[in-house]
């Protein structure tokens, strides 16, 4: 099977799935767990289940913020409370140590800032939950900055898809091989910048 069959297979496996009852549950889930420690964005099924029920967009964004914004809690506490036993002795085994508290210094004066640009972009959201656990950014800075940049990154999807619906549905079962690449590229890309930082 080639490489855009196999993507079309999932995307078709993900339009059926948006149609199904339990479509907002699972979306929870997804938003939830990457969030803290999934490596796969709801983006993925966000978009599938808006396109088939553009009706609902709101709520499928609502349903996405929130889930998002309560898994980022749980990165936040692996951070805080985990971080000595999890985190430091594998940034210690490949020497990343010292620059992660240079980052920290950073994190400190521009965590808010740091915290929405993660949030809206394509950049890996769970590392920014846990670093901001670690460096004990203020919950209430670290919730608003979460909620704002969660929403608007979800509900701008959510009004795209909306406003250009079959457009956007045709757009992307057209170029689904070039834009799964796009989408893989910007992640691993989101990595490598935590890496080089």
């Known amino acids: 099977m080639s490489f ?17 009852k339990h479509a907002l549950v699972w979306l929870f889930v997804i938003s939830f767990v990457e969030s803290s420690f999934f490596p796969i964005p709801p983006d993925i ?14 709520k499928i964004a609502g349903v996405c913020t929130i889930a998002s914004v309560i898994g980022a809690y749980l990165g936040y506490v692996i951070g805080f409370f985990f971080f000595a036993l999890i985190a430091e002795p ?6 990343y140590l ?20 993660a949030g809206i972009t394509p950049f890996p959201y769970k590392i ?9 950014l203020n919950l209430v800075v670290f919730t608003i900055a979460s909620v704002i940049a969660r929403g608007l ?27 799964s690449i796009l989408f893989l590229l910007l992640l691993i890309g989101g990595f490598l910048l935590i890496k080089l930082f």
Do not use: C
């Not at 594998?90 to 020497?95: E, V």
């Not at 990154?153 to 834009?179: H, S």
């Open 4 to 20: 855009n069959g196999f993507i079309r297979k999932i995307y078709d496996y993900v339009i059926n799935l948006s149609a199904n």
């Open 45 to 58: 099924m966000l978009i599938p289940m808006i396109l088939a029920a553009p009706e609902r967009a709101w």
């Open 90 to 95: 594998l940034l210690q085994f490949y020497g």
């Open 98 to 117: 010292e620059k992660f508290n240079e980052f920290k210094n950073l994190y400190s004066e521009y965590g808010a800032w740091i915290v929405f640009g």
């Open 128 to 136: 920014i939950t846990i670093a901001s656990g670690v460096v004990h």
């Open 153 to 179: 990154r979800f509900f701008f999807i959510a009004w795209l898809l909306k406003v250009y619906g079959e457009k956007m549905r045709l757009f992307i079962e057209k170029n689904l091989g070039w834009l």
